[in-house]
Nanobody, 117 residues
Framework: QVQLVESGGGLVQPGGSLRLSCAASTSIFSGYSMGWYRQAPGKQRELVAAISTGGTTTYVDSVKGRFTISRDNAKNTVYLEMNSLKPEDTAVYYC???????????WGQGTQVTVSS
């Protein structure tokens, strides 16, 4: 069964922190680099962080130094620790395999992150 379940979003003030979690089915998680994507209103979905099976991480410039991606291979779970949040981080956040978006045909429901005072 293909499954992606994101959680942990919410409303936070600028400068605050959130920790997102994503539970994935083995068919999606095991043996693949995983990523966190986000889609803000009126904008295209973008990959913001990725982690290889061995733990190598990459980030888009706008979140470097503020976001940390990690994975627990025993739990098929990927995390995104977000600190120093800004209003421009407001978006729905999704996890999935780290690959071109056009190659991904299944998505979870996502989790809403709203940064506002």
């Amino acid at each position: 069964q293909v499954q992606l379940v994101e959680s942990g979003g919410g409303l936070v003030q600028p400068g605050g922190s959130l920790r997102l979690s994503c539970a994935a089915s083995t068919s999606i998680f095991s043996g693949y680099s995983m990523g966190w994507y986000r889609q803000a209103p009126g904008k295209q979905r973008e990959l913001v962080a990725a982690i290889s099976t061995g733990g190598t991480t990459t980030y888009v410039d706008s979140v470097k130094g503020r976001f940390t991606i990690s994975r627990d291979n025993a739990k098929n779970t990927v995390y995104l620790e977000m600190n120093s949040l800004k209003p421009e981080d407001t978006a729905v956040y999704y996890c999935n395999k780290a690959r071109p978006i056009r190659a991904l045909d299944y998505w979870g429901q996502g989790t809403q992150v709203t940064v506002s005072s």
